[in-house]
């Protein structure tokens, strides 16, 4: 059995849509109206951006704390160029540069209320 999707709740569709296709190999499937988009990463996982107009309510949405997804990165080279292109765009809040976190490299920052973590996957040595 395989994870179908996740929905992720944020107050600015489009942006979220621009930034998931842009920077990290999503593909857009459907945009409704800006209220909530689908988009597809290599044919094995849908990612759903549902807005939060949809639930009624106008202010951002909250996560729990320390809820985030995260992206792995081949390298160390690879996290520091993602970096840089992320330091680039509007309304984002990077916490740090790149750096030795837990056993791994990487950085977060977040979308709106969202953390997002980009790292070296620290189990690839152990990965058959």
């Not at 569709?13 to 930034?19: G, I, N, P």
């Not at 160390?76 to 976190?101: C, F, H, M, Q, T």
Request: negative net charge; charged residues 25%.
């Amino acid at each position: 059995m395989g994870l179908n999707h996740i929905n992720l709740v944020v107050k600015e569709v489009d942006q979220a849509v621009s930034l998931f296709a842009d920077y990290f190999g999503f593909s857009l499937i459907t945009n409704r109206n800006s209220k909530m988009a689908v988009l597809e990463r290599s044919h094995q996982f849908v990612l759903v951006i549902w807005g939060q107009e949809l639930n009624r309510k106008d202010e951002i949405p909250e996560y729990p704390e320390n809820f985030h997804i995260g992206f792995y990165q081949e390298d160390e080279g690879a996290v520091r160029e993602i970096y840089n292109r992320l330091k680039e765009v509007e309304g984002l809040k990077l916490d740090s540069e790149p750096k030795k976190i837990r056993n791994t490299f990487g950085f977060y920052f977040y979308f709106e209320k969202l953390m997002i973590e980009i790292s070296v996957n620290p189990f690839k040595e152990n990965i058959a």
